[in-house]
Nanobody, 121 residues
Framework: QVQLVESGGGLVQPGGSLRLSCAAS????????MGWYRQAPGKERELVAV???????NYADFVKGRFAISRDNAKNKVYLQMNSLKPEDTDVYYC???????????????WGQGTLITVSS
């Protein structure tokens, strides 16, 4: 059994900052790419940022210069530092990871449970 557990969501004022964390746990052999997506009600889930196991990052245009993704490979964790938050950043944010398990050695795509970020004064 492998899972992703997120933390760090909540309410923040416009211009404020939040840091999301996500930990992969279970029978993990290797974690490949990790990332963050977001989804508003009635809309498709969209990529926010992704980071490879080697540290290469990619960001959606709407967060470039404001958000920063990082990871701790030793702890199988990924983080999203969100600065200069805007009301339009209000969404449910999901952690995503590509994980190879020790039980099957197959690549699985995992999703976290989602955490709500509300940017409002």
């Amino acid at each position: 059994q492998v899972q992703l557990v997120e933390s760090g969501g909540g309410l923040v004022q416009p211009g404020g900052s939040l840091r999301l964390s996500c930990a992969a746990s279970g029978t993990i052999y290797r974690v490949n790419a990790m990332g963050w997506y977001r989804q508003a009600p009635g809309k498709e889930r969209e990529l926010v940022a992704v980071i490879s196991s080697g540290g290469t990052t990619n960001y959606a245009d709407f967060v470039k210069g404001r958000f920063a993704i990082s990871r701790d490979n030793a702890k199988n964790k990924v983080y999203l530092q969100m600065n200069s938050l805007k009301p339009e950043d209000t969404d449910v944010y999901y952690c995503n990871a590509e994980v190879v398990t020790t039980t099957t050695f197959r690549l699985l795509e995992l999703w976290g449970q989602g955490t709500l970020i509300t940017v409002s004064s």
